[in-house]
């Protein structure tokens, strides 16, 4: 059983920053990419970032490049994502997820199979 659990969430004020982690057990972490998604109250689930199952390649939601950065540490089976200049449209619940194919990076929700139970970020202005 694969499980994905979110840390770092939290309140800050617009400029500030914040670092989320996602801890996985349950399987090979190393052969899949990881993603972050986040949702917004009576908004759609929105692609924020993806990792390769390597790390060596990322993605970002134009909303976010440039501000956030997508880490992982294949020996911790931790994916981090490093978010800077947060702005009050970045308030979601985030959720990571795993891909649902080894070796595969997707940027859409449907191409992860396993995701966490979310955690709260707010971004006051």
């Known amino acids: 059983q694969v499980q994905l659990v979110e840390s770092g969430g939290g309140l800050v004020q617009a400029g500030g920053s914040l670092r989320l982690s996602c801890a996985a057990s349950?399987?090979?972490?190393?052969?899949?990419?990881m993603g972050w998604f986040r949702q917004a109250p009576v908004k759609e689930r929105e692609f924020v970032a993806a990792?390769?199952?390597?790390?060596?390649?990322?993605d970002y939601g134009d909303s976010v490049k440039g501000r956030f950065t997508i880490e992982r540490d294949n020996a911790k089976n931790t994916v981090y994502l490093q978010m800077n200049s947060l702005k009050p449209e970045d308030t979601a619940v985030y959720y990571c997820?795993?891909?649902?194919?080894?070796?595969?990076?997707?940027?859409?929700?449907?191409?992860?199979?396993?995701w966490g139970q979310g955690t709260q970020v707010t971004v006051s202005s």
């Open positions: 990792i390769s199952w390597s790390g060596g390649s990322t």
């Open positions: 349950g399987r090979t972490f190393s052969n899949y990419a």
């Open positions: 997820a795993s891909e649902g194919w080894q070796y595969q990076t997707g940027v859409r929700s449907y191409e992860y199979d396993y």
